[in-house]
């Protein structure tokens, strides 16, 4: 239902270009308060008004930024696409920086909402991969309204022994038969079984698996995907975007359809919290998601200097190494990845070797009547109807 306002949003918003009215301060009801923003003096008395994805900054980021700048941080999170663009479409949201995935900022670019970047002012983006710009560029192109953050994948974050117990080894991870066979899915059910709250991921992951164009815009090919996820449906015991990194790392849910670096979040908690739960990730043989979360400044931003300060910032080598090491996302900061530790950028599942990203495929833009199948669908699957 969301999908489909925000589907009329698109059009209207392609119509009008969406100006930007902005007075109202930052809306948080669904952000959570980070504690990113202690530590600062904000000698300038300028402000920063930043959304990001939750669990995706290292601590003393925005600290430092803040003691260095004397810029003062307000640092929102969210765990969803469909959050920050409701936000965005509305209008006056009152952030000066958000973080969409790719595919949901190329419509969002279509839809008037970002204001072009003044690279002048964004002098790191020297230290950025030709390579990975070039296919950013496909839906941003030439770069013109975004610079990449992180990047990542969807796959299989598994509970190591639990899912021995259920089948002997952890080999049916390799493939997404695990997920897409109830009866194997259903061996599971009883240790939690979570997938990403979100229809613009699950529904390409599905159709993927099932042979189709994961980016198919046919209803009827769609549908196949919605009735595949109906047959696993009795074994999902949770829709959730950001709660399974504790609760892997606790041993309360054994399978998650999830973010490569959450996962290995969710391993390293539950490391260092020495309780003896061990956590794998897996990219399944038949492909997997990858993406770019990018950083854009809408276009009714109120700090647009204090933004392209944040965002150059976070383009330094040193800043983004660090970042990486915290998160387990890679970044597309060449001068970066030379400073990230070795056993992050040695790490298959964080760093994905050539072969396995050769199967990976992205997302890509999808018009309203997609968009408002895919609401159906999900809307139907988590009520059980
Ligand atoms: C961070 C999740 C970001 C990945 N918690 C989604 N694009």
């Not at 998601?289 to 990018?294: A, Y």
């Not at 408002?372 to 059980?384: F, H």
Request: aromatic share 8%; with cysteine.
């Amino acid at each position: 239902m969301k999908l489909r306002v925000l589907g009329l949003s698109i059009a209207v918003c392609l119509l009008a270009a969406c100006g930007g009215k902005s007075d109202a301060p930052a809306a948080t009801g669904d952000a959570k308060a980070t504690g990113d923003k202690a530590g600062g003096e904000a000698k300038s008395g300028g402000e920063l008004n930043v959304y990001n994805w939750s669990d995706y900054i290292a601590e003393n980021t925005v600290p430092d930024f803040e003691k260095k700048s004397g810029v003062k941080v307000t640092y929102d999170v969210f765990d969803s696409n469909e959050m920050v663009e409701s936000k965005l479409l509305a209008g006056a949201s009152g952030y000066d920086i958000v973080v969409p995935t790719l595919n949901f900022l190329g419509r969002q670019i279509q839809a008037g909402v970002f204001q072009p970047l003044d690279k002048s002012k964004i002098p790191n983006l020297a230290n950025l991969d030709p390579d990975m710009l070039k296919r950013i560029a496909l839906q941003d192109p030439d770069n013109k309204y975004a610079v990449p953050y992180h990047w990542g994948t969807t796959g299989i974050g598994y509970n190591v022994d639990k899912v021995t117990a259920a089948f002997g080894n952890t080999d049916v991870t390799a493939s997404w038969d695990l997920v897409f066979k109830p009866e194997n899915l259903s061996k599971l059910k009883s240790c939690g079984v979570t997938l990403l709250d979100t229809p613009s991921e699950i529904i390409p992951i599905a159709l993927n698996y099932l042979g189709e164009d994961p980016n198919s815009q046919d209803p009827a090919v769609i549908d196949k995907a919605a009735a595949l996820l109906k047959t696993i449906r009795p074994h999902i015991t949770n829709f959730h975007s950001s709660q399974y990194i504790d609760s892997m790392a606790k041993g309360s849910t054994c399978l998650v359809v999830g973010w490569s670096g959450d996962v290995v979040q969710a391993r390293d908690r539950a490391d260092e919290a020495k309780n003896g739960v061990k956590i794998g990730y897996s990219i399944p043989k038949e492909g997997a998601p990858l993406w770019f979360d990018m950083l854009a400044i809408p276009k009714d931003a109120k700090n647009v200097d204090y933004a392209y300060k944040f965002i150059d910032y976070l383009l330094e080598p040193q800043v983004a190494a660090d970042n990486t090491n915290f998160v387990s996302y890679p970044n597309a900061n060449l001068k970066a990845t030379e400073l990230v530790n070795k056993d992050i950028t040695g790490d298959p599942t964080i760093y994905p070797p050539a072969e396995v990203r050769a199967k990976l495929f992205t997302f890509a833009i999808i018009p309203p009547d997609v968009d408002r199948q895919y609401t159906r669908i999900w809307t139907q699957l988590k009520t059980g109807r």
